[in-house]
């Protein structure tokens, strides 16, 4: 079945950086266009970035990551990559990835903790 785990959360302090990874499996990875998305807590999950099917194609942000985060895919690999620099303290919150780079569209794993903070 189709599986998501993805790794590399971690408290930060604000302007600090970090690297989430998302190895998949149970599908064709290099035929979905993949996301990444982020739940705080109170809020709703919302899309963070996303990017179509090849590694150099186009990709989607959020208003509020764009400049800061940069989404990359390794189909070679099977994985899904996200750089997220000059982190703030808004961008505290549990990170999915997920296939649809404008929506998901499958069930969720378990996501990666990110804490931003002093």
């Known amino acids: 079945q189709v599986q998501f785990v993805e790794s590399g959360g971690g408290l930060v302090q604000p302007g600090e950086s970090l690297r989430l990874s998302c190895a998949t499996s149970?599908?064709?990875?290099?035929?979905?266009?993949m996301g990444w998305y982020r739940q705080a807590p109170g809020k709703q999950r919302e899309l963070v970035a996303g990017?179509?099917?090849?590694?150099?194609?186009?990709?989607n942000y959020a208003n509020s990551v764009k400049g800061r985060f940069t989404i990359s895919r390794d189909n070679a690999k099977n994985e899904l990559y996200l750089q997220m620099n000059n982190l703030k303290d808004d961008d505290t919150a549990v990170y999915y990835c997920?296939?649809?780079?404008?929506?998901?569209?499958?069930?969720w794993g378990q996501g990666t903790q990110v804490t931003v903070a002093s």
């Open positions: 990017i179509g099917i090849r590694e150099n194609d186009n990709t």
């Open positions: 997920n296939q649809g780079r404008f929506a998901p569209t499958a069930s």
């Open positions: 149970g599908f064709r990875f290099e035929i979905y266009t």
